[in-house]
Structure formats: structure tokens, C-alpha cells
């Protein structure tokens, strides 16, 4: 395991429906990073945190809202979402500062939008 | 603009045999470069990574990658394939903190299948 774990690892939902993801990080990471992944595409880069401050948003649609209380949790609210925001949701960490990090990365939660 | 180009969606090889994964990347300034790999129902994770320094570095489970400044490519090596490396690999670049974080574009993914 890499010390990002992410919940629920699947979830079904309708357009009309509001739900949430959640990340947590155990690395004492101070950045962390949601990402969408499609099949045959590039992971996507939707929202980043740094120490807590979004700095971020790369043009994601408004039925997206991420949230990060601490440095240890990442959210993405997720309200009348469209059948082709299905994809995996992958959240990371790193640690941000003067030397060049990886990423780690949790699971990933399937989203299926009906 | 960054980007990263894997120009094969599959590679197929049998065991044993020496495995290559193909990347080449566009980046302004000096790239950093990273292979991630990423198995089924798993998020993806990192393998190895190019700062600067010796151009062929070594990773996790016996992978390297050869980063060619003149080529602008960054392919990942495995002398001797195993079945259990049969996973999707991504490649990814990075132009170092813009704009209080460090930016990183990944490419499309190359599915290994490594045939026993």
C-alpha cells in the first residue's frame, strides 16, 4: 500500500444524486492532487492543494467541488454530474518544497454515472 | 506547454526476454521525468524517476530508463521480463514549481503484456 487511501472504491449514482469522495494521506505529505482517469486518455489533473490552498482548478465543471480541511484529507463533492464524468478518480500526495517529488497515489474510486 | 507521447498502446513480449517501453517528451527548460506503473484495481505507482545527473536510472523491481536529452526520449528497460510485470505504464514529465506546485503531465499509458 502506498499510504493514500481513498473510499469508496466504487459508487454508482444517479444525475440527480449529491455524493462525496474521500482521501486520506498517512505520508505527512503537504500536497495532494484529484485526478481523472478515462480510458485510453492522459490522467487528467482536476484540483490541487498545496499546504491546504487550492492552487488549482483546471477547468473543471461546477458539479465538481473538492474540499481539503488539513493536510491529510481531500474530498471531491460531487452534485448532477453528467454520464460521462464515469471514470476513476485517483487522489495524491506528495511533498512539495525545493526538491522534485513523485506523487503517491490511493486506489482510486470508480464512478459510474446512470 | 508540456507533454509526454507513448507512441504504443501494447507491448508484447515473452518471458525472459528483454521489455522496452517507449516515451518522448516535450518540456520548456529542464525536464524531470518520472515512469509510474499502474496494476489492475490499483492506483498508479511510481517507479523511477530522472532529476538530473547519470542518464540511466534505476528503479523498483529491476526497471531502468534511459533518458536521451538529444532525442528528447525517456524509454523504460527491463533486461528480463516476468509474467507479474504485466501492467499499464505511464510515463510523465515535469518542468519543475510553477505557480506553487509542480505540474506533471502524464502520457496515455502502455499496456505490457509479458506472454509466458
Known amino acids: 500500500e502506498t499510504g493514500v487511501t481513498q473510499t469508496p472504491r466504487h459508487l454508482v449514482m444517479g444525475m440527480t444524486n449529491k455524493k462525496s469522495l474521500k482521501c486520506e494521506q498517512h505520508?505527512?505529505?503537504?500536497?495532494m492532487y484529484w485526478y481523472k482517469q478515462s480510458a485510453k486518455k492522459p490522467l487528467e489533473l482536476m484540483f490541487v492543494y498545496s499546504l491546504e490552498e487550492r492552487v488549482e482548478n483546471n477547468s473543471v465543471p461546477s458539479r465538481f467541488s473538492p474540499e481539503c480541511p488539513n493536510s491529510s484529507h481531500l474530498f471531491l463533492h460531487l452534485h448532477t454530474l453528467q454520464p460521462e464524468d464515469s471514470a476513476l478518480y485517483l487522489c495524491a500526495s506528495s511533498q512539495e518544497g525545493a526538491r522534485i517529488y513523485e506523487q503517491y497515489f490511493g486506489p482510486g474510486t470508480r464512478l459510474t454515472v446512470t | 506547454a508540456q507533454s509526454v507521447a507513448q507512441p504504443e498502446d501494447q507491448v508484447n513480449v515473452a518471458e525472459g526476454n528483454p521489455l522496452t517501453v517507449k516515451c518522448t517528451y516535450s518540456v520548456s527548460g529542464n525536464p524531470y521525468l518520472f515512469w509510474y506503473v499502474q496494476y489492475p484495481n490499483r492506483g498508479l505507482q511510481f517507479l523511477l524517476k530522472y532529476i538530473t545527473g547519470d542518464n540511466l536510472v534505476k528503479g523498483s523491481y529491476g526497471f531502468e530508463a534511459e533518458f536521451n536529452k538529444s532525442q528528447t526520449s525517456f524509454h523504460l528497460k527491463k533486461p528480463s521480463a516476468l509474467v507479474s510485470d504485466s501492467a499499464l505504464y505511464f510515463c510523465?514529465?515535469?518542468?519543475?514549481?510553477?505557480?506553487?506546485?509542480?505540474?506533471?503531465?502524464f502520457g496515455t499509458g502502455t499496456k505490457l503484456q509479458v506472454i509466458p
Open positions: 510523465a514529465v515535469s518542468a519543475g514549481f510553477s505557480g506553487g506546485y509542480q505540474k506533471v503531465t
Open positions: 505520508l505527512g505529505h503537504n500536497a
